[in-house]
Structure formats: structure tokens, C-alpha cells
């Protein structure tokens, strides 16, 4: 008798949760890394203190060649979609929408950011007990401030329209930036500065606060620029990927990832970048696998790329303002990327905000398992 592997059939996982995905990736994002570690034959137990002791790592010298490397492949890959959309702007036609008042809860966020900003980058004695807290006011009102200018230009916001799902992503955004504070432990890229000793609990709760606001800002930011059409103009008809994303397709990104995980912690410095490449491989290959179609890639076959556009766009907006508020803030974090720790703006080398264009569509695929359906026959 011959034996034969086969993939798992997803009637295996009939009544299994919708967001299945969400509960395997973090087993996945732990466990994988350790492993490299093993393999590597060091000791685990540095990896797994808590709360990490914030360090300086030394990153590899500056080298022009892979500097002009990344660069030329940023460039590659951005430059076709940004010439498709200037060429479709100049014949696209659009109906300006009906004027519409800025909701005053839009206002009043405006108002808390105003004031957020002046305490986060000033020195008031009277304020220092609070000086570290003020990254998460900046970011609440921000998420607020995206939303009501959707609801100023289309009359519709997430907070409003889809409020339980709005409320899910602050939970669900905290749960998935740590798994990238863990995967920085192997990785080194950033640390913070400017924070007190802490004991666990309160090093967990403090940090979770922030960390629960980036998914609502990125998505927030995405459905504010999907209302301008001529932000993606052209995309709707550009590229077809005519690739069936099938069950052995789910289970071959989900190898990859895995590989880019094992691989981050076994040789950080050349394969830091996979940091922010192999979560969106994994997140889709367990959606794939859980019977749940990746929603991001289902339109590609047609050639509409937006959605994925649009994501890239709020990644890199929500990483600039990261980035500036980062910038002048007591309780910051500071890079040490290999190869090309050069030309920065604000704390971060240029071409560490290349890291955001991936991050944003990682942001939309992971909020995907709380809304996206079963596939057919699944």
C-alpha cells in the first residue's frame, strides 16, 4: 500500500470559531521563534522574562549596499501603483458628495489631542506623575477624529455604524501588537527609553492601554481614505493575480511564515524585514486552513487592488504620526536596525518606514477574522 500526505479537509473544522486564526497565531508566534532559538542551541530563558529589560542593541554596520538593496525593491514595488493612479486621476470623474457638518464629538477629540500633544511633549512638573501616559489620549483621539472625517465626508464611520466591532478591535489590537513585541525580542529592532521599573501586572497593563489603539487607527485611517476615490484611482482594474488561493495554498503560506519565524530568530540581522512579511503568511494561511477566505486577496483575481492600496496608505500615515509623537515623548521607543541605521526621520531611518507599507495590510487581515464568513463548503 502506497502512502499519500493530504491536506486536512476543512469539513474537519466544520463548527470550529470564525476567528479560530486569532487564538492559533499567537501559539504559533511563541512557540515558532523559541524554536530558531533551540535550533541555534542558546538558552531560551532570556526570551521569555517579563516584563524585558530595554537595552541598546548595537545593529550591524551601515552598508550602502543593502541600503540601495531595500530601496530599489520599496521602489519596485510602489512605483508601478502609484504611476497607475496618477494616470487614472486625470479622466476619472467624481460626484463631490454632500457637505456635511464635523460631527462636535469630532471636535472635542480634536481638542483632547490638542491639549494630549502639549503634555506629551512638554515637561510640566506639576504633570510628571502622568508624563509616560500620554501616547494613549493622542491615540484615542485620534481614532476619534479619523472617524468623524468619514462621517463628515460619507455620513458613515465605523464608530457609529459598526460599533461592537469597533469596541473588539481594542482588545483584539492589544493581543496582536504583542506578538510583535515578542517577536522584536529576537529581532532587536527597537527598545524603549524613559520608562520606570515595573512589576509584571502593571508593566502588562500599562503597555496593553497603548497597544490597543492600533488597529482601530489604522483601519479608522483606511475607511477616511477609501472615501476618496481619486486615492486609489486606476486599481480597481490593474494587475490580475490568477492564483485559486486553495486549501494547499493555505497550508503553503502557512509553511512559509512558519519558516520566516523560525528564520527571525536564528539570523535576526539578515532576516529582520520577515518580521513584518511573515504574520500576514501565517494569519492567511490559518484563515485559509479554518475555512475562512482571506478577504484581502479575494479581489485580486479581478485585478482591484484597493483595499490593499488603501492599507499600505494608512500603515504609512499612522506610522508617521507613531513616529513624530514617538519623537519628543518622555516614555519613547529608539531603533537599532541593521545595515541601515541612516538618514532618519524623527527616531526612525528612512527606510525603516518600509516596514509600515506591509504592516497595514497585516492590520487588515487580522481584523478580518472577526468579520470574514466561511468559505463555500467549509
Known amino acids: 500500500m502506497r502512502a499519500c500526505f493530504t491536506f ?4 474537519m473544522l466544520e463548527g470550529m470559531p470564525r476567528f479560530l486564526p486569532i487564538l492559533i497565531y499567537p501559539v504559533l508566534l511563541i512557540a515558532l521563534p523559541l524554536l530558531g532559538i533551540w535550533l541555534k542551541g542558546e538558552p531560551l530563558a532570556p526570551y521569555l522574562d517579563f516584563p524585558p529589560h530595554p537595552r541598546p542593541l548595537q545593529p550591524k554596520p551601515f552598508s550602502w549596499w543593502v541600503f540601495s ?32 457638518r464635523f460631527p462636535f464629538w469630532g471636535w472635542l477629540a480634536l481638542i483632547l489631542l490638542i491639549l494630549a500633544w502639549l503634555l506629551a511633549w512638554s515637561r510640566f512638573a506639576w504633570f510628571r506623575p502622568l508624563q509616560v501616559h500620554t501616547f494613549t489620549p493622542l491615540w484615542i483621539a485620534y481614532i476619534v477624529i479619523v472617524n468623524a472625517l468619514s462621517m463628515q465626508r460619507t455620513g458613515h464611520c465605523m ?3 459598526r460599533t461592537r ?19 522584536n525580542r529576537f529581532a532587536g529592532n527597537w527598545y524603549y527609553a524613559g520608562i520606570s521599573e515595573l512589576g509584571p501586572l502593571d508593566y502588562f497593563l500599562q503597555a496593553s492601554l497603548p497597544f490597543s489603539t492600533v488597529l482601530p487607527a489604522v483601519l479608522g485611517t483606511a475607511e477616511w481614505l477609501a472615501a476618496y476615490p481619486r486615492i486609489s484611482a486606476g486599481l480597481d482594474r490593474f494587475w490580475r ?31 529582520y524585514p520577515l518580521l513584518w512579511l511573515a504574520p500576514l503568511c501565517i494569519i ?15 479581489t485580486l483575481a479581478s485585478g482591484d487592488w484597493r483595499r490593499v492600496w488603501i492599507m499600505v496608505l494608512a500603515g504609512l500615515i499612522c506610522g508617521l504620526f507613531w513616529e513624530m509623537w514617538n519623537s519628543r515623548s518622555l516614555a519613547h ?38 468579520v470574514t464568513k466561511r468559505a463555500a463548503g467549509a
Open 241 to 271: 493575480i490568477e492564483v485559486d488561493f486553495s486549501l494547499q495554498h493555505g497550508w503553503l503560506a502557512l509553511l512559509l511564515g512558519s519558516l520566516g519565524l523560525i528564520g527571525i530568530a536564528m539570523y535576526p540581522a539578515a532576516l
Open 159 to 161: 464608530l457609529l455604524d
Open 8 to 11: 486536512p479537509s476543512l469539513m
Open 333 to 370: 521607543w529608539e531603533y537599532s536596525v541593521s545595515y541601515v541605521q541612516r538618514f532618519k526621520l524623527f527616531a526612525m531611518p528612512v527606510l525603516g518606514y518600509a516596514g509600515y507599507i506591509p504592516f497595514g495590510v497585516v492590520c487588515a487581515a487580522f481584523a478580518d477574522c472577526l
Open 284 to 298: 492567511s494561511g490559518l484563515q485559509k486552513i479554518t475555512g475562512i477566505e482571506p478577504l484581502l486577496f479575494t
Open 165 to 183: 466591532f469597533f469596541f473588539l478591535l481594542f482588545p483584539l489590537s492589544a493581543l496582536f501588537w504583542w506578538g510583535f513585541e515578542f517577536l
Open 69 to 100: 538593496a531595500i530601496a530599489l525593491f520599496v521602489y519596485a514595488c510602489v512605483a508601478p501603483f502609484v504611476a497607475r493612479v496618477v494616470r487614472a486621476r486625470r479622466t476619472l470623474v467624481v460626484e463631490p458628495p454632500e457637505a456635511a
